[in-house]
């Protein structure tokens, strides 16, 4: 067990539980037993350092993402006083540390990604994963799947539509996570979301194939038009109007280069408080997984990207708690 320190500054730990080497926990939380997860968390966090085939220039590092989001996390707390919530006060949190992977085997790597977001599900808790490349959303979604009896809403977050059925012979490409997903039959297709999509690195195919499962698109150019307020209202009866538990999954991209230098380099995309507040809002609503991913340190000065990714889980959690707390639920409810 960590050591008790008194801390510095009320509300703030002094040290960090460490989940490996010298990287500590997301948000100092309890590092929780991979082996056997102790029931009674309501978010477990995990890392998956994994990248598979590179789709565009060279490799990006993002495995080395997991222990950077958690470096950067160590820097802040669970207050936000924009929504007077504390979200430590509601949520109990753990983190299991990282996913075993298989360098060069993905379909290996994928399996240990799905058997631990299976024993999260198992213990009760919400998986909060950290990537690595897009390629690991389906197999938390296919745990999802084998845990509930409804169907289920995907809410994605990205510069791409990230469908295409393969890349050369890679079957598990990070441009591919939203048809391998399309293809778990207890998600329904018409409420899978697209937010943010925008840019040259689309292709028709992947919007024709979109239209053809009754995906719902939203281009950055609507967003604009509507503002994200409104899209989001909309996008959450989509979701909720067919199926029962929406899972949410964030890629890098999402935001504006400018604020994304550890990111490809996609413009023209959200800024900050769009998602912040568009994470709060599906936090609050209800949701049943989430997963932030392509974060590339190696090209990070100060790891900003790290930092962005860190608080985007932060305003997520903080909806999930501000839930807990309208329902009149505590950290032990």
Avoid at 137 to 153: F, K, M
Avoid at 242 to 268: E, K, L
Wanted: charged share 20%; aromatic share 10%.
């Amino acid at each position: 067990m960590a050591k008790k320190e008194t801390p510095l500054v009320p509300g703030r730990k002094a040290s960090f539980p460490i989940v490996y080497g010298d990287t500590p926990s997301f948000l100092g939380c309890e590092v929780a037993d991979s082996k056997t997860i102790e029931k009674g968390f309501d978010v477990i966090f995990s890392g998956v350092p994994w990248e598979g085939t590179v789709t565009w220039g060279s490799f990006s590092g993002c495995e080395l993402a997991p222990r950077s989001i958690r470096h950067a996390a160590a820097r802040y707390g669970g207050f936000l006083p924009e929504y007077d919530i504390d979200l430590l006060d509601y949520l109990r949190l753990g983190d299991l540390g990282d996913v075993a992977v298989c360098p060069g085997k993905p379909e290996e790597t994928m399996n240990s990604i799905y058997q631990t977001a299976n024993a999260i599900y198992d213990s009760g808790s919400i998986p909060f994963t950290l990537g690595g490349d897009h390629s690991i959303t389906p197999e938390i979604v296919r745990a999802l799947s084998d845990h509930v009896q409804e169907q289920i809403a995907i809410v994605h977050f990205d510069a791409h539509l990230d469908n295409s059925r393969r890349f050369g012979d890679d079957r598990f490409p990070r441009c591919g996570p939203l048809y391998r997903i399309a293809q778990i039959e207890k998600v329904r297709k018409n409420s899978i979301i697209h937010l943010g999509i925008r840019g040259p690195r689309n292709s028709p195919a992947q919007m024709e194939y979109a239209k053809t499962i009754g995906a719902r698109v939203y281009t950055m150019r609507e967003i604009r038009d509507r503002g994200m307020k409104g899209v989001m209202d909309e996008a959450l009866q989509v979701a909720k109007a067919s199926a029962q538990h929406i899972y949410v999954t964030v890629c890098s991209d999402i935001f504006d280069a400018a604020y994304n230098p550890g990111g490809p380099a996609d413009f023209n995309g959200l800024h900050p408080h769009e998602l912040f507040d568009a994470l709060f809002t599906l936090g609050e609503s209800g949701i049943d997984g989430f997963d932030y991913v392509e974060v590339y340190p190696i090209q990070d000065p100060g790891s900003l990207s790290s930092h962005l990714a860190a608080w985007s889980l932060i305003y997520a959690l903080a909806g999930f708690a501000s839930r807990k707390k309208s329902a009149g639920l505590t950290k032990n409810s």
